[in-house]
Structure formats: C-alpha cells, structure tokens
C-alpha cells in the first residue's frame, strides 16, 4: 500500500519570503503521480502543482515549484514570494495509474503573515 | 469552470434521517468517481470507489449498508447516508476523472458537502 507523510503539521512565513513544505511517500511502484492541493477555508480541493515520476524535470507553476527526488521518494513544495492568500492546508497527494484514487498526506496548515 | 458538481453544498438534519448528496461530472463522462471524507482538521480519506453500472467498491471499516452509493449513470453518483446519527457529521467530498484526458491529468473535486447530524 502507498503511503503519504506530511511531517510538519503547521507552517508559518512572513509575507514575500520563501517556503518549503515537506512531503515523503512510500511505493513500490515504478510509476506514479505526485499532487500538491490547496485547500482553503472553503474547502475547495484546489490543485497546485503536479508531477510525473518519469519526467526528471521539476515541475514549475508560476511561484511554486517542487523539489522531486525519486530515489529518496521525496516531493516538497516550494512557494515563493508568498501572498496571503495563499494561506491555506496543503496536501500532498499520491496516485498510481490514471483512474485510481488518491493517496494523501496528513496535511500542512501554512499560515502568510503581513 | 466547475467540472464536477457536488449538491447539496451543506445539510443539517435530524439524528435517524437519510441524507442523499450527488455528485455530477458536468462536461465528460465518469464510469468511476471516488467518494471521500474529511473531518475537522483532518485529511482526506477514501471511503468508497464508485462504478458505474456495478457495485461499490468500499474500503476497510467503511459499513457499505451505512454509506449507499449508486452509480446509475456515466455523469451521476450519489452517497447516501442511512439512519444518520452525529458521528456521521463530517465532510464529504467526491471526485471523478475525465477518462478523455491524459494518464497525469488530475482528478476533479466537487466542492464538498458539509452534513450536521443533531
């Protein structure tokens, strides 16, 4: 079974700096997708960034951007220049083939401070 | 916009009702959705693979005769929930897949529904 971790359950960042949110998985698997999802206090699932485990190239989305290392089966999310509306939980998200569920992390409340 | 609709948005019920939420995929045809449950300050956990035309798939501990879902069409699932009591007040959210896109398309959430029991 695949496994997501999400080790820090809150985060905060002063407004216009950088940070870092923490995601391992665990998977036999050879191939696979890797979600990042913002949820609000809506709480809309809103996708942030996504990865192909094939692809070497780390996926980029305007101020996010994600450090994907295969072989240490690790997956954070870096936000740059953070906005406040960019509070928010994150989960990090595990999916094997095309229609199957996803797998997520426990979450990380990230709070943008003014 | 929205490509999965989820109603209703939120429902406050008595304690021994039955409480029916749909989930429609709106522009693409969904022949499996997944039905998820959040509670307060928690993370997102499968409750059930629907599919269409044939019987739910449930996870472990979830009761399949607490929680119906019937998938009678490609663009509707519903989850109904028998006999409600209030430990079954959560957030339940649904998402499905558009099979016409690409293996590394995402799936699509409905935007959830907050059910109170009494």
């Known amino acids: 079974a695949q496994t997501v971790t999400q080790s820090q359950p809150e985060m905060s960042v002063q407004e216009a700096e950088t940070v870092t949110l923490s995601c391992t998985y665990d998977?036999?698997?050879?191939?696979?997708?890797l979600f990042w999802y913002k949820q609000p206090p809506s709480r809309q699932m809103i996708l942030v960034i996504r990865?192909?485990?094939?692809?070497?190239q780390n996926a980029t989305e305007n101020r996010f951007s994600v450090n994907f290392q295969k072989a240490a089966k690790s997956f954070s999310l870096k936000i740059s220049d953070s906005q406040l509306g960019d509070t928010a939980m994150y989960f990090c998200?595990?999916?094997?083939?095309?229609?199957?569920?996803?797998?997520f992390g426990k979450g990380t409340r990230l709070s943008v401070i003014a | 916009g929205a490509v999965v609709s989820q109603h209703p948005s939120w429902v406050i019920c008595k304690s021994g009702t039955s409480v029916k939420i749909e989930c429609r995929s709106l522009?693409?045809?969904?022949?499996?959705m997944f039905w998820y449950r959040q509670f307060p300050k928690q993370s997102l956990m499968l409750m059930a693979t629907?599919?269409?035309?044939?019987?739910?798939?449930?996870e472990q501990g979830v009761e399949k005769d607490k929680f119906l879902i019937n998938h009678a069409s490609l663009t509707l699932s519903t989850l109904t929930v028998t006999s409600a009591h209030p430990e079954d007040s959560s957030f339940y959210i649904c998402?499905?897949?558009?099979?016409?896109?690409?293996?590394?398309?995402?799936?699509?959430f409905g935007d959830g529904t907050r059910l109170s029991i009494l």
């Open positions: 629907s599919n269409e035309g044939s019987k739910a798939t449930y």
């Open positions: 990865q192909e485990a094939y692809k070497q």
């Open positions: 522009d693409f045809q969904a022949t499996t």
């Open positions: 998977t036999s698997e050879n191939n696979y997708y």
């Open positions: 998402s499905a897949k558009n099979p016409g896109t690409g293996k590394n398309q995402p799936q699509h």
């Open positions: 998200a595990f999916m094997t083939s095309g229609n199957t569920p996803l797998v």
